[in-house]
């Protein structure tokens, strides 16, 4: 590279000595002799301050007329400073590469989330989001690196799909026909049947860890529900493992690692990032990682949790009966109020979960789990698929779906069916966990929700 980054400065045990940087005015303080610059490049929460005397090379041509915003390349040597900051820079040159105008939104003030969204190409240059998405990129390495560790095979999934994974149909058509034709000829469609943009990956890949064993995905999903909530988005990103030879009792032990493995790697690596989210956005943030980190998960039945919430005496707005899902303020009651930790519910009603759970022996309830963390509420999802065929075939018949449109995924039950196991993590959940940031919108770089679909 041509340049050193601003963080490889700031995080330098020694003075690297002379040295190009690049990146973006911050602020500036002008006097006869000399100018104060601090630069952001992106690389690190943190400024560097650069002092730039009024006789240095391109000083007359360039600092005068810097504003907040504007592209800079500064040569100088890095040497102690007299603030705060360990480091500073002393430009032996500063040549402007892109000026900013004067109505450059982000001024030194505080800035809503809502106006920051507004203005979604340049909100990553503001503290808030640049710490959050250099945390969203340390989460998605650490995502890869927990499954690589443990041996699982990364497999690439279809984001065009004819299968509706959760039967709820809230899909995206995906078509090169015209509106008046849309309903009358599907068989003359692009693929020469309905199809849509994914709502998960994972019966495909049940199909790769019915050869391969142990085997992820991660990449974005989609999904058509006209929810305006801060936890719901149209397009999202989802982890999706899936393990051959694997019960439910697998499944939640692989759940909760992660979410433990995950809580480190951010409390270790992104840690100036998190002191900032700490401070301005969710003061008990670090404690609470640190929290999830050492403390060993809860674990309820769905039949208890409903008993626990029904004898809570807490008035809830939604209600509580058995046979119904858990809604958010349930979920964060079990977390931060009864038991205050993580906590994993398993065995859910079988009307309530989609057909391709295992039935338990109770003939009631499914196989499947949810992890609940601390302010989110649910974060995993997952179950024991049902591995047996004429199951299966029933469950099928009971959610209306026709056992020709999933020949494939009943073959796997006919040719060496294995009991097996998985879960969906949603990845924007997950941000908003380790960040403290409250609302999905500002946890995704470009959100896509109803009425939105801006940059």
Known sequence: MSRTTVAQVLRASESPGMVTVKGWVRTKRDSKAFSFIEINDGSCLSNLQIVADATIEGYEESVPHLRTGASVSVEGEIVESQGKQQWEMQAKSVTMLGNSDEDYPLQ??????EF?????????????????????????????????????????????????CEGAGEMFRVTNLDGKTLDTKPE?????????????????????????????????????????????????????????????????????????????????????????????????????????????????????????????????????????????????????????????????????KPFYMRRNDDNKTVAAMDLLVPGIGEIVGGSQREERLDVLRENLKHHDLTEEDYYWYVDLRRYGSVPHAGFGLGFERLLMFVTGVSNIRDVIPFPRTPGSAEF
């Open 188 to 352: 003359e469609d692009f693929f020469g049947k309905p199809s849509y943009l994914t709502v998960s990956g994972q019966l495909e890949g049940e199909t790769f860890a019915c050869a391969l064993s142990n085997i992820y995905t991660f990449g974005p999903t989609f999904r058509a529900e006209n929810s305006h909530t801060s936890r719901h988005a149209s397009e999202f990103w989802m982890i999706e493992p899936e393990m051959a030879f694997c019960d439910l009792d697998d499944d939640m032990a692989l759940a909760e690692a992660m979410i433990k493995y995950l809580a480190a790697d951010a409390l270790e690596h992104c840690a100036e990032d998190l002191e900032f989210l700490n401070k301005f956005v969710d003061k008990g943030l670090k404690e609470r990682l640190e929290f999830v980190k050492k403390r060993d998960f809860e674990r309820i039945s769905y039949t208890d949790a409903v008993e626990l919430l029904l004898k809570s005496n807490k008035k809830f707005e939604y209600k509580v009966e058995y046979g119904l899902n858990l809604q958010s303020e349930h979920e964060r009651y079990l977390t931060e109020e009864h038991f205050k930790c993580p906590v994993t519910v398993y065995n859910y009603p079988k009307d309530i």
């Open 108 to 113: 030194k003030k505080g800035h809503s989330p």
């Open 116 to 164: 920051l969204r507004s203005i979604a190409h340049l909100r990553p240059r503001t503290n808030l989001f640049g710490a959050v998405f250099r945390m969203r990129s340390r989460m998605a390495y650490a995502i890869h690196q927990f499954f690589q560790e443990q041996g699982f095979v990364y497999v690439h999934t279809p984001i065009i799909t004819a299968s509706d």
